[in-house]
């Protein structure tokens, strides 16, 4: 095969024989070459050179701005560095005896999880990813070819009834002679080798599937990648490529059916299929957060088939499984978000729907939340008249991811005038005792214009010519009063820095006196143009 590909090589146009990609296929060829040559030798190294120089001046040629051009580039550095990367790898496995094999494994573990770390952007082209997944592939078929044979007793593929001994939890590189659960059509496939007569044995067999979990590993992110592409078809096809793998870990067969249902769930058609691999999947080998994701997947394919009561079911089977799973709150709250939007004005999903926010806001403690802290609002500014949405607001007590709700202080400002205002002053007041920088400028700015809207209300009401059916503009005056003192009390130094920085501000960009003339007649302007259209009308 190796003469095939170098045959094919030379029959390429000549534009193709000086480029960076055909200077990599030389490099790889000239890495494997020979019977069982595993040493890095003066051709590997003087191609390699020529390779990366070949990727050098391709980059010198694109202009200096990032155009899609530079991405293939990029790739193709990428893969040179890993072909040093794959030189070591087969000095090593050159060198591995069953003596030392745990240092052995120990060297290849550094450099395959440097591997997981360097990926492309998930964004990237598919055709990258894909070129990516084959070319690592072929190095993990090589630590199989090495590895495998000294597992000396090689256990034949289980069913459900394997060992739970063996099951437990697994992060990528630790543990990795876990059992495989999965499911496929309908039917459970627990593929796991018996524990081993003593802890040598096991140790043994957990580096030996090494190369396969690697295999495991990739697959399923290039399933996950091409899933965010929309490419369902592809995504479905690399998963079923993993039953051909004889083991997997525990955290593999838990992605590879996530992202199975998930994949069913992006198609109408065959969302009561991924409702099927979820139920007929044992989850004994899982942890609690395993199963409470599973379980909220779930209840995602109940909602979606109308199956509400199931639904609601397996949602609060999900947070009930794992209190501390963000995820599953976020979705139960979702869940009931909809609801109330689907049975207005009836309030009970609303707020359900605001203690589940709350809880995920609090757990996940990451800028995503800020999603959940906006619809709670919106969810507040719907209650009802009895108060029971924000009666469930003022009901949690667990931690206020005070952080996050700085990006929604003009929000919370003029929800001082709204019917969850004692709600949005209890936000502000927790933002003033911890961020006040955050918060003293849009607070500043707020209190100057309701000092502006109460001077031009003032005359309006001396002559009764103001219209009580209109509603003042901006937050209320005795909210914004009450604020601000309580942030000076707390800060009164960094209080007085702020405001010296303030009127620095306003003397050293001042504006100069044309602006100023300008400014006036706009402002005369439109006096003039209210007065005409109050006339006319």
């Given at each position: 095969r190796q003469t095939q590909v170098r045959q094919l090589l030379k029959a390429t146009p000549a534009e193709f024989a000086g480029s960076s990609r055909a200077k990599f296929y030389e490099t790889y060829l000239a890495?494997?070459?020979?019977?069982?040559?595993?040493?890095?030798?003066?051709?590997?190294?003087?191609?390699?050179?020529?390779?990366?120089?070949?990727?050098?001046?391709?980059w010198n040629e694109l202009p200096p701005v990032g155009t899609p051009a530079h991405i293939g580039i990029l790739h193709l550095f990428q893969l040179m560095v890993e072909l040093g990367d794959a030189s070591n790898?087969?000095?090593?496995?050159?060198?591995?005896?069953?003596?030392?094999?745990?240092?052995?494994?120990?060297?290849?573990?550094?450099?395959?999880?440097?591997?997981?770390?360097?990926?492309?952007?998930?964004s990237d082209p598919i055709n990258i990813w894909?070129?990516?997944?084959?070319?690592?592939?072929?190095?993990?078929?090589?630590?199989?070819?090495?590895?495998?044979?000294?597992?000396?007793?090689?256990?034949?593929?289980?069913?459900?009834?394997?060992?739970?001994?063996?099951?437990?939890?697994?992060?990528?590189?630790?543990?990795?002679?876990?059992?495989?659960?999965?499911?496929?059509?309908?039917r459970k496939d627990a593929d796991d080798g018996k524990p081993a007569a003593g802890a040598t044995n096991s140790a043994l067999t957990s580096y030996a599937y090494r190369g396969y979990h690697e295999m495991a590993w990739i697959i399923n992110r290039f399933a996950h990648v091409a899933r965010l592409h929309g490419l369902v078809d592809v995504c479905i096809g690399s998963l079923t490529r993993i039953y051909t793998l004889p083991n997997i870990?525990?955290?593999?067969?838990?992605?590879?059916?996530?992202?199975?249902?998930?994949?069913?769930?992006?198609?109408?058609?065959?969302?009561?299929?991924?409702?099927?691999?979820?139920?007929?999947?044992?989850?004994?080998?899982?942890?609690?957060?395993?199963?409470?994701?599973?379980?909220?997947?779930?209840?995602?394919?109940?909602?979606?088939?109308?199956?509400?009561?199931?639904?609601?079911?397996?949602?609060?089977?999900?947070?009930?499984?794992?209190?501390?799973?963000?995820?599953?709150?976020?979705?139960?709250?979702?869940?009931?978000?909809?609801?109330?939007?689907?049975?207005?004005?009836?309030?009970?999903?609303?707020?359900?729907?605001?203690?589940?926010?709350?809880?995920?806001?609090?757990?996940?403690?990451?800028?995503?939340?800020?999603?959940?802290?906006a619809r709670t609002l919106w969810l507040l500014s719907q209650d009802d008249a009895n108060g029971s949405v924000c009666a469930a607001f003022d009901?949690?007590?667990?931690?206020?991811?005070?952080?996050?709700?700085?990006?929604?202080?003009?929000?919370?400002?003029?929800?001082?005038d709204a019917p969850y205002s004692r709600q949005a002053q209890q936000i502000l007041l927790r933002i003033a005792k911890q961020y006040p920088q955050a918060l003293y400028y849009a607070l500043r700015t707020a209190r100057e214009e309701s000092l502006?809207?109460?001077?031009?209300?003032?005359?309006?009401?001396e002559s009764g010519a103001a219209d009580p059916a209109t509603p003042s503009q901006g937050p209320p005056a005795p909210a914004i009063d009450e604020l601000m003192p309580k942030l000076k009390t707390a800060h009164p130094l960094l209080t007085l820095?702020?405001?010296?920085?303030?009127?620095?501000?306003?003397?050293?960009?001042?504006?100069?006196?044309?602006?100023?003339?300008?400014?006036?007649?706009h402002a005369l302007l439109s006096d003039g143009l209210q007065q005409l259209h109050q006339q006319v009308s």
């Open positions: 890495l494997v070459k020979g019977s069982g040559e595993r040493a890095k030798t003066t051709d590997f190294q003087r191609m390699c050179k020529e390779g990366i120089k070949a990727c050098l001046q391709e790898i087969y000095t090593s496995l050159a060198a591995t005896k069953a003596e030392n094999l745990e240092a052995k494994s120990g060297d290849l573990k550094s450099v395959l999880q440097t591997w997981r770390e360097r990926l492309p952007n998930n894909s070129d990516l997944v084959a070319w690592r592939q072929h190095i993990f078929k090589a630590i199989n070819d090495v590895y495998v044979p000294f597992i000396t007793q090689p256990q034949p593929p289980q069913q459900s009834t394997a060992d739970d001994s063996s099951a437990g939890q697994s992060d990528g590189l630790k543990s990795p002679n876990k059992s495989k659960a999965d499911v496929k059509n309908g870990e525990i955290q593999e067969a838990f992605l590879k059916l996530r992202e199975q249902a998930k994949c069913y769930y992006d198609r109408p058609q065959e969302l009561q299929s991924g409702l099927d691999v979820i139920s007929n999947t044992n989850l004994m080998y899982f942890s609690r957060g395993q199963k409470a994701e599973f379980f909220t997947l779930k209840g995602q394919f109940l909602a979606k088939l109308g199956k509400l009561d199931e639904a609601n079911h397996a949602f609060a089977t999900g947070a009930q499984l794992e209190l501390n799973s963000p995820k599953a709150w976020a979705a139960w709250g979702r869940y009931n978000d909809e609801c109330f939007c689907r049975n207005l004005p009836d309030t009970t999903g609303a707020v359900n729907a605001i203690s589940c926010y709350m809880q995920a806001a609090g757990l996940a403690k990451r800028p995503r939340v800020r999603r959940f802290l009901a949690y007590n667990g931690e206020m991811p005070t952080w996050y709700w700085i990006a929604l202080v003009p929000q919370l400002l003029a929800g001082l502006v809207q109460r001077r031009q209300q003032a005359p309006a009401a820095s702020m405001e010296a920085m303030i009127d620095q501000i306003v003397h050293r960009l001042k504006p100069c006196p044309e602006e100023d003339i300008y400014r006036l007649a």
